[in-house]
């Protein structure tokens, strides 16, 4: 798997080239120096299926890294049908062999060096946060293009786009994008939470759309969003409902990555169990309504990868959800001992791996493009075989 993953990286990046880019000004002076060869585009990642709507249009087609990959909805799904988001993932895992997450969290300052020169290459506004927004889209997209064919998901980490401003944003945008055109269902990583009004409006930023005197103003448009249930049952019910209406789904705090998380989460409580026991219990009944016929729910658990003490007892006190795993890598987490994650099956668990990826070429050496997919397909297949 990794020789195959080496042969193809440099060709991605070529045809990456041709289609990254803040604005269309950017595209058209990429696109006129690095022109795509033709090829197959892979299917969108809609979350209703309908008929092709065609090229998104702040995203030019490029060649298909893969071809030969089914669509990631079911198959047997009826035109116009939401297909529920437990149901959808176990269709993405199984379509393409894989349960790896892209994480992609920019710093702009960190950039592989061939999106600094494309963002330099592009016309159009020249201030520092518009020509860092384009650099930032390029690296994304770079990234998406040399590891697309490991992974079933993207996560993006928002506040790393939402820090330069308006053309953060766009960059996001366009990343999502990209994002869609390689099949790949799309992560937003907000964390956000809040009172139901508040909530309701963070919903509809990244899940939805917004009704407004002119006609509705269309989200981000994401398959899946992290929260954060801080604020009780009743800041999450709007996320919950607005994910499920579109066949969506969120991923909620409960034992999270970072040291600092054993100050709360580990917390012993009154009534017996742990805050992260609790906050189990609160997916597992917000999710059960939404379980498909993969017998996995449109509510999962956000379960970092350094606590994997804790895998199995949080496995136990939510059969359903779907366990998106960060920590991989660069925090220490390792895939080898996330098995009880995926106890439903291959689509229990998302292992989701950002810095590890994205900076395996400042430890290995080599091109940037070449590494990334060297670590994403050993990754992958361990994740593969551990759920076997």
């Not at 120096?33 to 709507?53: F, M, Y």
């Not at 990631?72 to 988001?85: I, K, L, R, W």
């Not at 055109?181 to 809040?194: F, S, V």
């Not at 106890?343 to 668990?349: E, H, I, M, V």
Request: with cysteine; aromatic share 4%; charged share 20%.
């Amino acid at each position: 798997m990794d020789g195959a993953a080496g042969s193809v990286a440099p060709q991605r990046l070529g045809h990456a080239a041709s289609s990254v880019g803040v604005g269309s000004a950017a595209e058209r002076a990429i696109r006129d120096q690095h022109a795509s060869p033709p090829g197959e585009v892979p299917p969108a990642n809609p979350r209703t299926l309908k008929a092709d709507p065609g090229p998104p249009p702040t995203s030019p087609p490029t060649e298909s890294i893969n071809p030969g990959m089914p669509p990631v909805g079911p198959a047997d799904a009826t035109e116009g049908s939401a297909v529920g988001f437990g149901d959808r993932v176990a269709s993405s895992v199984a379509a393409r062999s894989s349960q790896l997450v892209l994480g992609l969290d920019p710093d702009p300052a960190r950039l592989w060096p061939r999106a600094v020169e494309l963002a330099d290459q592009a016309p159009g506004d020249r201030s520092t946060a518009s020509r860092a927004a384009r650099a930032v889209a390029a690296h994304c997209s770079l990234a998406i293009e040399a590891t697309a064919a490991h992974c079933v998901a993207v996560k993006l980490q928002v506040a790393c786009f939402e820090r330069l401003g308006a053309p953060g944003w766009s960059a996001l945008q366009e990343v999502a994008e990209r994002a869609r055109d390689r099949g790949l269902l799309l992560i937003a990583d907000a964390k956000r939470g809040d009172i139901d009004v508040t909530a309701k409006a963070y919903a509809q930023a990244f899940l939805g759309s917004t009704d407004t005197a002119f006609g509705p103003v269309d989200g981000l448009a994401a398959d899946a969003l992290t929260i954060n249930p801080l604020l009780g049952t009743d800041s999450l019910e709007p996320f919950v409902d607005a994910a499920r209406r579109g066949g969506g789904g969120v991923f909620v705090l409960v034992r999270t990555s970072n040291p600092g998380a054993a100050d709360l989460q580990d917390l012993e409580l009154a009534a017996g169990g742990t805050v992260s026991d609790h906050l189990a219990r609160i997916v597992a009944g917000l999710g059960a309504p939404g379980t498909g016929t993969a017998g996995l729910s449109d509510v999962g658990a956000v379960v970092g990868a350094t606590a994997p003490e804790r895998m199995e007892a949080l496995r136990e006190l939510m059969p359903a959800a779907v366990f998106l795993l960060p920590g991989v890598g660069a925090q220490g987490g390792q895939v080898e001992q996330l098995s009880a994650a995926f106890a439903p099956g291959p689509a229990g668990g998302l292992v989701a791996a950002s810095r590890g990826i994205v900076d395996a070429y400042r430890t290995s050496g080599g091109d940037p493009a070449v590494a990334a997919a060297g670590e994403a397909a050993r990754l992958r297949e361990l994740a593969w075989n551990l759920a076997a």
